[in-house]
């Protein structure tokens, strides 16, 4: 079975509206829109939103400063109870060793390091 990450581009309508701010999502491949129906399905995730935040990063592909605007934030429920909030970033397994990827992911993890938030890289070995 193939998990190909096409690259479609669409509109998700959140059906929990009281667990998001906006009326829709643009979701920029398959497995996003597929983590976007599970963040509005589950019960253990109070909120999330997309691409919401940006982290400022240094790129070693142009030596410059750019944002990085992470795929999802969510707010949930851990399994002991707890709350917890973390930063995800959905990339097909491939994309994991780009420099530029690393290097944003980097800066992510100090960024949710300060806020005492999580970060994650999911890719099709977490999604399917």
């Known amino acids: 079975m193939s998990f190909k990450n096409l690259a479609v581009k669409g509109k998700y309508r959140p059906q929990n509206t009281y667990k998001t701010l906006k009326e829709s999502y643009i979701y920029r491949s398959l497995w996003e ?19 919401e935040y940006h982290i400022p990063y240094f790129s070693p592909e142009d030596s410059k400063w750019h944002n990085y605007y992470p795929d ?24 994991t060793y780009w420099k530029v990827n690393k290097a944003k992911w980097k800066a992510a993890e100090e960024w949710c390091r ?12 977490e999604l399917f």
Do not use: H
């Not at 300060?114 to 070995?125: A, S």
């Open 33 to 51: 829109r597929r983590f976007m129906l599970y963040c509005d399905r589950c019960d253990k995730i109070i909120y999330w939103t997309n691409e």
């Open 72 to 95: 999802f934030y969510i707010k949930y429920i851990d399994k002991k109870g707890n709350i917890k909030e973390k930063i995800i970033e959905i990339k097909p397994a491939s994309q």
């Open 114 to 125: 300060q806020r005492y938030y999580e970060f994650q890289v999911l890719t099709e070995k």
